[in-house]
């Protein structure tokens, strides 16, 4: 059973705490496991038009979404590339940006409750501690499968004139598990960075998670990504799941900005390099304290 509560305003960061706090399991034969820390969280969404072809890609069109998590123990990214033919004047959004506004949001809040669920599934299974790599699996299952539904049903109910052309992943490690970008957060300076090189999915499989496998590595393009600004948003945030042996209990305080200035390159795709180019994004930071009881 959980118990969520109080000054819930956003999703990603709250997320971010659970992937973080998940990674400690209590010692040998302790009763109870405090920790402790800060993590970090990047997300954007855009649309590129490119009528004269110049990328090279499947379609017109390109709607793409990019969301990391990151805490000290590890950094966990998931996006995709959603590739569309559409008339001449009839792109999705038209310039204005809210449909990347609705998928950051949305795609956060599908995040949290993943978690949620797969930390209640553990505890109901009866476990003492919580795995941490099935809570991350069961959030890139829930982004890989709901993600690309949500920027296909905005798309297809405002743009019918747009066909559907194909679908690519985005992920920050390679093959062999070695991260292959940086990510940097300062929420003083506001400000977030994320560099180093993407690795594009496509073909056979997906884009990870449970027991699905990855699709075939496409390409490794530069990511030199930077939003700034935005509105901030200051949350306090608690999360309490037990059974009858064990209880998992999470808080979290911090501060996100949304809304502000995307700018950089994934590969030739620039964000702001034209007049319509459109995007939106945010970041974060948050402190988090964790306890596991276990009930001798």
């Known amino acids: ?5 109080a000054k819930r305003t956003t999703a990603a960061v709250t997320t971010v705490a659970i992937l973080a706090s998940l990674l400690i399991s209590p010692a040998a034969g302790a009763s109870v496991t405090r920790t402790s820390g800060t993590g970090y969280n990047v997300s954007t969404s855009w649309v590129e038009y490119d009528l004269e072809d110049r990328l090279g890609l499947p379609g017109n069109t390109h709607v793409g979404y990019l969301g990391i998590w990151i805490s000290q123990w590890g950094t966990h990214f998931y996006g995709n590339v959603i590739d569309w033919e559409c008339e001449e004047g009839e792109v999705p959004w038209g310039g204005h940006g809210e449909g990347g506004e609705v998928v950051v949001d949305d ?10 669920i797969a930390v209640d599934d553990i505890i109901d299974s009866g476990a003492k501690t919580i795995d941490a790599d099935i809570v991350v699996d069961a959030i890139k299952d829930e982004l890989a499968r709901e993600v690309p539904a949500l920027i296909e049903e905005e798309v297809d109910e405002e743009f019918p004139v747009c066909d559907h052309k194909g679908i690519r992943f985005l992920d920050g490690y ?11 957060v300062d929420v003083k300076k506001k400000i977030a960075k994320v560099t180093g090189n993407l690795v594009v999915r496509g073909g056979h499989g997906g884009g990870g998670g449970g027991d699905e496998p990855l699709a075939d590595v ?21 999360y309490t799941s037990q059974s009858k042996d064990f209880k998992y209990s999470d808080w979290n305080k911090g501060t996100d900005y949304y809304g502000g200035k995307v700018s950089g390159k994934i590969g030739a795709m620039g964000f702001d390099d034209d007049p319509d180019d459109e995007s939106w994004g945010g970041f974060g930071s948050f402190q988090y304290k964790t306890v596991e009881r276990v009930r001798n």
């Not at 795609?107 to 949620?116: L, Y």
Request: aromatic share 8%; hydrophobic share 30%.
């Open 218 to 238: 496409l390409g490794t393009p530069p990511i030199d990504l930077t939003i700034s600004g935005g509105d901030w948003y200051k949350y306090e945030w608690s």
């Open 107 to 116: 795609a956060d809040k599908i995040a949290e409750v993943a978690a949620e």
């Open 1 to 5: 059973m959980r118990t969520p509560s």
């Open 174 to 184: 390679d093959n062999d598990g070695k991260l292959t970008t940086n990510v940097s």
